[in-house]
Every structure is written in structure tokens, then in C-alpha cells.
């Protein structure tokens, strides 16, 4: 096999404690995530030479996309060249704090494992992703994870049922490291998630709170986007809150007929909606 289609799905946070800065300039991190069905699509192939196209406008296409990162992670592990075409489709949004970009670098690790018969395990491929994000080693597993250190430490969840998901972004974006940089000097002063509980009332499908400390920071760059988060309650979620460092909401819903209803409405409004389901 010399080519292969992956698809890279996205994924929310149900809860995110920023704890401490770290001498290595990351923060310290607890949260729970979960991936979602909407996806970009990557198509790799094995070539003489690295080339990386995307359909998206304003996205990189040299060393600074995470993709391209994570394949010279994966070759400085291997000790070798692992030359592929890449094409990157995205439906993915950036700057909405649904890890977009990790997704698709987790995905092409995957990828030149796989198309080069490396050997590699998915622990192994977890710690060459650790090397190039903090998102992307819980994006080489997929699923259901309690995160902590900087995203790299993680624990494994039963999944939750496959609730519907209504993923819904303003305008404005979040670059994730001016979001980081707004906590320095206070992280750990706030109040943390009760992870156990959001655990229990997830898997009974009760209203929670959930909790993202970043919500402080996207309430002060762009105030009117809270909005978001209090009309996904209205049309029915039971939890919802900011995923990441933002811009994206979710809502979770336990009816399909309810979840599409409010879709109907969002898409009205906001510049980006999307109806997935946990996965």
C-alpha cells in the first residue's frame, strides 16, 4: 500500500482547569475530551519528496503546519526520510478550540506508520505527538480521556453514548497561545472542575456544569459571544460550555429531533454551525 485516506476527527472539552505555568513556557492542564464525527479528511501518499495542500484559504502549507511537524517528529524518532504527498481537506474551523490542526498532525503519525510499515504502537506514536503539541497525543487515541500535564498524560475513559453535539463558532477566533499568555501570574486562583461529577451526570444524561476557564478570557476579548453559550441552553442542551481555548461552543442534547431544531436556528445566526454526535 503506497496511499490511504484518514479522516482526522475534531474534539470538545468537557471541563478545562488551567492549573500552572511550567518552567518549559507550557501550562499544566486538567480536562476531560472527547472526539466528535466532524472531521477534516487527509489523503497521504508516498512520494520522492514532502508537499502538503490544503482546500482552505489562510492556512500554511510549509513548517508551521502541524502537520508538516509532526511527520519531522515522526522522522527524527524513525532515524529516517518518510517522504509523502499530503492533501488536507478541511471542515474543521481554526482558532475555534477544536483541535483542528492536532487532528490532522495526529493523523498523519498514523499515516507514515502505517504506509511505511513502521511498527510503531499508538503509546509510542503518543510520544512522538507529545513532542509537537499538547492536543495531539489524545487525538493519536480518539475516544473518551481525563488529560492532565500539558495534554500528554492520559487516561482513558469508557465513551459516553453518542449524543448529539452542536458544535457553534462566532466570527471572531482565539489564537491558543495569547489565550495561555492571559492566565500567566493566576493560573490555579480559580475555581476547579468537580471532574467526578461531570462524569456521573454525563453518563446519566443530566444537566452539569461545565466549566472552561477560558470562557474568563473569550468574555473579555469579545464579550457578546457569551450570548452563544446561554441560547445552546434555551434550545434544549443539558451540558454545553466553550471547547479549548474558544472561540466554539457545543451543546449536548439528548434527542436528535431536539438537537436539530436548534441547529436550524444557529445556522441562522452564526458564521459557523455544525451538528455532530460524539464518537
Known amino acids: 500500500m503506497n496511499k490511504l485516506t484518514a479522516y482526522a476527527k475534531a474534539k470538545i472539552n468537557l471541563g478545562l482547569d488551567i492549573l500552572s505555568r511550567r518552567d518549559d513556557g507550557y501550562h499544566d492542564i486538567r480536562t476531560l475530551m472527547h472526539t466528535v464525527s466532524l472531521c477534516d479528511t487527509l489523503v497521504f501518499e508516498i512520494s520522492d519528496e514532502t508537499s502538503l495542500s490544503c482546500d482552505m484559504p489562510g492556512i500554511p502549507i510549509d513548517g508551521n503546519n502541524i502537520v508538516i511537524k509532526c511527520l519531522n517528529r515522526t522522522e527524527e524518532a524513525v532515524g529516517r526520510k518518510l517522504p509523502m504527498k499530503i492533501e488536507l481537506y478541511k471542515k474543521i474551523p481554526s482558532g475555534a ?35 509537537a503539541g499538547s492536543d495531539i497525543p489524545f487525538l493519536v487515541y480518539g475516544g473518551f480521556a481525563l488529560c492532565e ?100 461552543f457545543y451543546g449536548l442534547f439528548r434527542e436528535t429531533a431536539v438537537a436539530e431544531k436548534a441547529y436550524s436556528e444557529m445556522k441562522a445566526k452564526y458564521t459557523f454551525a455544525e451538528l455532530t454526535v460524539l464518537c
Open 97 to 131: 478550540g477544536l483541535g483542528g490542526g492536532s487532528a490532522d498532525g495526529a493523523e498523519t503519525i498514523k499515516a507514515a506508520n502505517e504506509l511505511y510499515g513502521l511498527g510503531l504502537t499508538p503509546e509510542e506514536q503518543a510520544e512522538i505527538a507529545a513532542r
Open 149 to 248: 500535564g500539558r495534554g500528554e498524560l492520559i487516561t482513558k475513559l469508557p465513551k459516553l453514548g453518542a449524543y448529539p453535539c452542536l458544535l457553534v463558532k462566532p466570527e471572531e477566533s482565539v489564537d491558543t497561545g495569547a489565550a495561555y499568555a492571559f492566565f500567566d501570574g493566576d493560573a490555579g486562583q480559580r475555581e476547579n472542575c468537580d471532574f467526578q461529577e461531570i462524569l456521573r451526570s454525563l453518563r446519566k444524561g443530566i444537566g452539569t456544569r461545565l466549566h472552561n476557564d477560558f470562557e474568563d478570557y473569550l468574555r473579555l476579548l469579545y464579550p457578546k459571544t457569551s450570548s452563544i453559550k446561554d441560547e445552546l441552553i434555551s434550545s434544549g442542551a443539558f451540558a454545553c460550555s466553550l471547547s479549548g481555548s474558544g472561540s466554539c
